[in-house]
C-alpha cells in the first residue's frame, strides 16, 4: 500500500513539473499600470488584481500602481472597496515583452430606499399630541430664569476663557512687556500730567457732573 501511494505522489509531481514546462516562457511578459476612478480618476490604493488564468495575483500599492507577470489571453481581475470588480482580457497581439496600462474602475453604488422614523405610528398621532400638548407653567417659568441676561451673565462669568481669549490675553501680555523693556512699568500714580488733569477736572467740576 505504501509502495502504490509513493507510485502515484511522484507521478503527479511528474505531471505538474512536465506542465510547468509547456508553459511558453518567450510569451511571458510583465504587465504593469494603474487603477484609478472613474469618478475623479484619481489613483485607487491598494487595489487586487488577480489572473484568474494563473491563479495568481498581487496588490497595488498606495498610489495604485501594480505589476505582475502574464501569459496572451490571460483573464484579469480587478477589485476595491465600493468599486464593482472588473475584468481586462491581456490582448494576444502585443508583440513586446512588456505593457503598461490604466485601468478605469467604476463605483458600485447600491441605492437604498429612505426610511422616515417618527416617535409616534402615523402623523395623525403627532399631531393630536402636539395640539393637545400642555407645558408646565413651572417649567416656561424655569426655562425664562435660566436663559435671562442675569443667569447668562453670571454662568459666563464663572467659565474658564477660551482659546481665543487667552490668547489675546496673552499678546496684550506680551505687548506691554516689550512697551517697558528694560524699564519700570508705568503707574499713573506718580506721572504728573495725570495728576494734573485729575485736578484740572475737579477745578471745572467734570467729576462732580460725572
Known sequence: MVRILLIVS????NVSVFAQRFID???????SGVSISELDMNPLPYTTVYNKSLKRGVIGDYYGFFSMVVL???TL????????TS???????LK?????????MHRDTVNLPAVTVYPWPSREDFARAFVEMEPYDDAMRRAQRELSGESLAFVAARLDNDASLAAG????QRYSKLYTNNQMPANN?????SWAKLIQDWKQGKLSRQ
Not at 475584468?87 to 497581439?93: A, E, F
Not at 500714580?189 to 500730567?193: D, G, R, S, T
Open 189 to 193: 500714580l506718580l506721572n504728573p500730567y
Open 87 to 93: 475584468t481586462y482580457i491581456v490582448p494576444d497581439t
Open 25 to 31: 516562457t518567450t510569451k511571458l511578459m510583465q504587465l
Open 169 to 172: 490675553y496673552a499678546l496684550n
Open 72 to 74: 496572451p489571453g490571460d
Open 77 to 84: 481581475l480587478f477589485s476595491n472597496f465600493n468599486y464593482s
Open 10 to 13: 511522484l507521478f503527479l509531481v
Open 96 to 104: 513586446e515583452n512588456r505593457y503598461s496600462m490604466i485601468h478605469v
